[in-house]
């Protein structure tokens, strides 16, 4: 029974949650020497780009054309203003990204009037994902385009469509591959609806008008990334032309691992009934391991480094290329089997997979994003084994009962 707690009517639970996190979060804070630690990584390209944008307040052509990330430039935008504003070097940019990072977890772990644990036990899932909790106190851009898909989804959910298309656009401009998000959501809407119902509706022209926002970013940067980011690369011209399957199919396998696997472990009767035998299935099998064959993620294509994230490196200290593939294989499988069936879900895993054969560089870090929402999903019982994603209209509040709620619009 939830009982309230003052006049604003916030529950108990609410308030246990949020002080939880507020003490986890500054244990870390604490934890990571107060975010003053020496600049690392990825941070010692970062933040001279980021001081690069805090020259001025608004940058100019010249500077979204040159700047040397592969990225879409607004965390540095962010990072930049704060070191104009308040000059508190790389400090104040991690301690953004820690907020943002405690943001993001309070919005999918909150406990709500139907269901205590399974928010609780979707935020565990997500704090699993061995990249989180890095990024979070790093100058590293993932949070921040986390975030605003997270936001936008959430926002989707509640029948804000231009809201949730604006926040679209803030991770389209935080990173390119958020496009997938938007994409995502214009496809499901439009896949329920008949013919007749073709009508411009803001459920899928809203997010259909963020995804082509990316267009803009190619406009401004006379490609897919500023032709200096793409230059001071180990990339050629022609990569940037090709697919790469072998990155779609690694993407598939760090689904399976970071969100399949964790959903077995923290929720095992869903799991159960997610995988019900079906003749679909035994054509999904056959399908993925012709494409494992012709295309094996044996290591990235066309990057300096072979290694393509955590998995990988872990795979590779016990098992020899064959037996590796066919772990990534299995766990691609799972991936595919748990997302087999038409939903909301299932729409955000394969628009990510399909973006991944743009990706020139595989790595478990780019499946965070939809990891964040795929847990998000979960808590607000939108990822029930009955529909795998499928959810009510948009703006009807949810019912934690299932997936198959409602009829579309």
Known sequence: ?????????????????????????????????????????????????????????????????SYT???????????????????????????????????????????????????IAAALGLFLFPYYVGVSVHLYTDIIATFFILLAVDRYLAGKHWISALCSVCAIASRQYMVAFPASIALYELSRRRPPGMTPRAEWVAPLAASLSLIGWIIVFGGLAPPAAVQGQTLTSAAALRLF????????????????????????????????????????????????LIFPPLQNVSYSIPTMGLLDKAARTVLSDPPRMVLFYLLALAACFRFARHGLGAAFVYCNAAVMLKAVVGWDKYALPLVAVLWYLKARGILEPSGSGSLQAPGVPFSGRGDNLGTPC
């Open 1 to 65: 029974m939830k009982s309230g707690c003052g006049r604003w009517g916030i529950s108990r639970e609410r308030v246990f949650f949020i002080i939880a996190m507020l003490l986890l979060y500054a244990a870390l804070y604490y934890a990571m020497d107060r975010l003053c630690f020496e600049i690392r990584k990825d941070e010692l390209h970062f933040w001279p780009t980021s001081v690069r944008f805090s020259e001025r307040l608004i940058p100019s052509l010249d500077l979204l054309r």
């Open 69 to 119: 990330e592969l990225s879409t430039p607004l965390p540095f935008l962010a990072f930049g203003l704060l070191e104009h504003l308040f000059h508190a070097g790389i400090w104040a940019g991690r301690l953004l990204n820690l907020l943002l990072s405690l943001v993001v977890v309070c919005i999918v772990g909150m406990p709500h009037s139907r269901s205590f644990l399974r928010p």
């Open 245 to 292: 399957p072998a990155h779609a199919l690694y993407f598939l396998s760090t689904v399976g691992a970071y969100f399949v696997l964790l959903e077995a472990v923290l929720f095992p009767l869903d799991a159960r009934l997610a995988f019900r035998v079906s003749k679909r299935y035994g054509v999904i099998g056959v399908v993925l391991a012709g494409l494992f």
